[in-house]
C-alpha cells in the first residue's frame, strides 16, 4: 500500500524533468542551488526576455500556458467557460481525493473546449464504442498547472477553491499526509470527499 | 523514379551515421550549453536534448556514461507491432509526455518511417501535403483504366492514395540504403533537407510520360513499414481538411495470418475503384494518408495530443470491417503505457548531470527538489 502511494504523489512526465535539466545545465545557472533552478521569481506574461529571471518551473508552465491559451482562444471557449471551469475542477478533485474512475466526456464536446489532454493538464483514456473519452490527471505538478491556467483564463475564478486544493495537494506530498489521504479515500466515497471538499471551500470563504 | 530520388537525396551508396556527423550535430565545442561537448545539445535552439543520447555510442563508443531513460513507451509500442492486432495505433497523451522521443527509441530498433505534421519548417509531410493539396496530378494518372467516370472525391481519393504510394516507395528506397535503424532514424532527422530533395526528384518525375498509372501503382507492394505521424492535429488543422471520400470497411485485412500474404495489393483502393460505394464522411489528410497505408497491409502510428485529429476515423462506419469486428482496427495506447518519474529516479537523472559537470549536489536537498519538481511548492 505505501509503495502505491508513493508511486502515486511522486510521479511526473519526462517533460517535466528535461526542462528542469535545461536550466540545471545553463551555464548561467552554476553557481545557484538546485531548488532555486526549479523555482524561482514569477511566471513571466509573454516571451521571457531572460530564462535566468525565473525557475525553470515558472518558464515551463509559461509555454504551457501560452499554448494553452491559443488553443483555447481558437476554440471560442467563452460560450462554454463556466463547463469549462467546473469539469477542469472536478478532475482536480478527482487527482486529489483518488477517484475510482476518470472524468468521462462525450467525444462530441472535444472540437469545442473540453480536450484537457490538448492543454497539457490530463492524460485521455478514450473509449471509442461509447463514443466517450476519460480523462485523467497524473501529477501533481499538473494539478498546479490546472490552478495556474484556470487563474490565467479567468482570475476571479474559484480562487479559493483552487487555493484550497492546492494547499491540500502540498499537504499530501508529504508521506505522513499522503497515508492519512489514502485512509480517507479508502473509508469514504468519492462524493463524500467531495462533499468535504467543498465544504471546505465555503468554510473559508 | 527511385533511383533519381536516391541520387537527389546523396544515397546512391549505402550510409552509416558516423561518428563526425553525431559530433557535429550534437556534440559541438562551439556552444558553452555543451560543456565542452559532454552533453548533447540542438543544433537549432542550443539547448541540451535527451536525443544526442541516442546515438553516443556511435560518437564514442561505451566509454561515455549514458542517462537512464525510460523505455517504458517505446516498449510498449514495439509489443503492440509484434502482437499485429491492429493496422494502426493511437498515441494521445499531453505534451511531454513522452510520445515523440519513444518513437524516436523505437527507431534506433527498426526501420520506422518519421512524417512529422508540425507546421512552418521543413519536411517531408509538409512536401506531400503540398503535392496532393496545391500541385496538378494529368488525370490520365488517375482515371480508371476501364474508362469508368468517377466523381471529384473520388478522383481526390485516388490522388491522396497515388501520393502516398509514391512517397512510400521514395522512402523505402531511401531506407534500403541505411545500413542500420539508427542510421535511418539519423538520416530523417538531421539530413531532412536531402530525404525532401529525393522526395521532391521523385514528385518531378511524375511530370514525366512515363509516369506509373494509378492502376500500375497499386499493384507495386510498398515494402513492409511501420510509418509514424508526430504532431498529427496538424494534419488537420483548420482549413487543411483535404476532401476525399472515406473507403469502405472492406479495405481492413488481417495482417497476419491465413490470407494476410495472398493476394497483396488484390484489395489495395478498393473503395477507391467502386464509384457506387457509399461516400460516408471526409476523413482529410490523415485519413488519405492511413488509406494509403492500410491499402498494403502496413502499419501506422499516429501520435498527437488530442483525439480530434482522429475523430473521423473513430467513427464506427470508418473503423469497423464487419468480417473482423472483434478486431479493431484502431487500438489506443492505454494510460498506463506513458512513463511517468519517480523522486528516485528524477534523483538519479540529476545526480548523472551533476556529475558529469562537476558539481557537487546535497542529496537530501535534490531529493527535496525532485519532490517539488513532481509537483510540491516549497
Same mark, same amino acid.
Given at each position: ?79 462554454? #467557460?463556466? *463547463?469549462?471551469? +467546473?469539469? @477542469? ?5 478527482? $487527482? !486529489?481525493?483518488?477517484?475510482? =474512475? ?31 473519452? #476519460?480523462? *485523467?490527471?497524473? +501529477?501533481? @505538478? ?5 490552478? $495556474? !491556467?484556470?487563474?490565467?483564463? =479567468? ?51 | ?378
Amino acid at each position: 500500500m505505501t509503495a502505491t502511494v508513493v508511486a502515486f504523489v511522486f510521479a511526473g512526465r519526462p517533460s517535466f524533468l528535461h526542462d528542469f535539466i535545461v536550466s540545471f545545465v545553463r551555464p548561467d545557472n552554476a553557481a545557484r542551488s538546485v531548488s532555486d533552478i526549479w523555482d524561482h521569481g514569477e511566471i513571466p506574461e509573454g516571451d521571457i526576455a531572460s530564462p535566468s529571471s525565473c525557475g525553470a518551473k515558472q518558464l515551463m508552465f509559461n509555454r504551457l500556458g501560452a499554448r494553452c491559451l491559443t488553443w483555447i482562444r481558437s476554440k471560442h471557449v467563452d460560450a462554454t #467557460k463556466v *463547463v469549462f471551469f +467546473e469539469l @477542469l475542477h472536478m478532475l482536480g478533485v478527482r $487527482y !486529489l481525493f483518488r477517484a475510482p =474512475d476518470e472524468l468521462t466526456i462525450p467525444n462530441a464536446a472535444l472540437d469545442r473546449s473540453f480536450d484537457f489532454t490538448k492543454i497539457g493538464v490530463a492524460y485521455s483514456q478514450p473509449f471509442i464504442i461509447a463514443r466517450y473519452r #476519460k480523462f *485523467v490527471i497524473r +501529477e501533481k @505538478l499538473a494539478l498546479e498547472l490546472a490552478a $495556474y !491556467l484556470a487563474k490565467k483564463l =479567468d482570475p476571479e475564478f474559484e480562487t479559493r477553491a483552487w487555493q484550497l486544493m492546492l494547499g491540500m495537494n502540498v499537504d499530501a506530498s508529504r508521506a505522513r499526509v499522503s497515508e492519512e489521504r489514502t485512509t480517507l479515500t479508502t473509508l469514504l466515497p468519492l462524493s463524500l470527499c467531495s462533499r468535504l471538499f467543498t465544504d471546505r471551500c465555503h468554510a473559508c470563504r | 523514379m527511385c533511383e533519381a530520388a536516391l541520387k537527389a537525396a546523396n544515397l546512391t551508396n549505402k550510409f552509416s551515421v558516423t561518428q563526425d556527423d553525431v559530433a557535429k550535430v550534437f556534440f559541438r565545442h562551439d556552444t558553452c550549453h555543451s560543456h565542452g561537448s559532454k552533453l548533447p545539445v540542438c543544433r537549432d535552439r542550443g539547448t541540451i536534448t535527451e536525443e544526442g543520447w541516442l546515438w553516443i555510442k556511435t560518437a564514442f563508443g561505451e566509454e561515455r556514461a549514458v542517462p537512464k531513460l525510460s523505455t517504458k513507451l517505446a516498449d510498449e509500442l514495439r509489443r503492440w507491432l509484434a502482437g499485429g492486432n491492429s493496422p494502426m495505433l493511437l498515441v494521445v497523451a499531453p505534451s511531454g509526455a513522452g510520445k515523440s522521443f519513444a518513437a524516436l527509441q523505437l527507431g534506433t530498433r527498426r526501420y520506422v518511417d518519421l512524417l512529422d505534421a508540425a507546421p512552418n519548417k521543413v519536411s517531408v509531410f509538409r512536401r506531400w501535403k503540398q503535392a496532393i493539396m496545391e500541385e496538378h496530378l494529368a488525370s490520365s494518372l488517375l482515371a480508371p483504366s476501364d474508362g469508368a467516370s468517377i466523381t471529384e472525391l473520388h478522383k481526390h481519393a485516388r490522388k491522396g492514395m497515388y501520393h502516398t504510394w509514391i512517397l512510400l516507395h521514395v522512402l523505402a528506397a531511401m531506407r534500403g540504403q541505411c545500413r542500420t535503424p539508427s542510421d535511418w532514424l539519423f538520416m530523417q532527422r538531421y539530413r531532412t533537407v536531402e530525404v525532401v530533395a529525393g522526395y521532391n526528384a521523385a514528385l518531378k518525375w511524375l511530370g514525366r510520360d512515363d509516369a506509373p498509372h494509378y492502376d500500375e501503382l497499386k499493384k507495386v507492394r510498398v515494402p513492409r513499414t511501420v510509418l509514424v505521424v508526430d504532431e498529427a492535429s496538424h494534419a488537420q488543422a483548420n482549413g487543411d481538411r483535404f476532401p476525399c471520400r472515406v473507403l469502405p470497411r472492406a479495405r481492413f485485412e488481417p495482417r497476419a495470418g491465413a490470407g494476410a500474404g495472398a493476394g497483396a495489393g488484390a484489395g489495395a483502393g478498393a473503395g477507391a475503384e467502386n464509384p457506387s460505394a457509399e461516400e460516408t464522411s471526409q476523413p482529410g489528410l490523415l485519413g488519405a494518408l492511413l488509406e494509403g497505408v492500410l491499402a498494403h497491409r502496413n502499419t501506422m502510428i499516429v501520435m498527437g495530443t488530442s483525439l480530434s485529429f482522429s475523430q473521423p476515423m473513430l467513427d464506427p462506419t470508418f473503423m469497423y470491417d464487419d468480417r473482423h469486428s472483434h478486431r479493431p482496427p484502431v487500438w489506443f495506447v492505454p494510460v498506463r503505457f506513458f512513463p511517468l518519474l519517480s523522486v528516485n529516479e528524477c534523483v538519479q537523472h540529476v545526480t548523472f548531470y551533476a556529475k558529469l559537470l562537476g558539481r557537487n549536489l546535497d542529496e537530501k536537498k535534490l531529493r527535496g527538489v525532485c519532490e517539488q519538481l513532481q509537483g510540491m511548492s516549497p
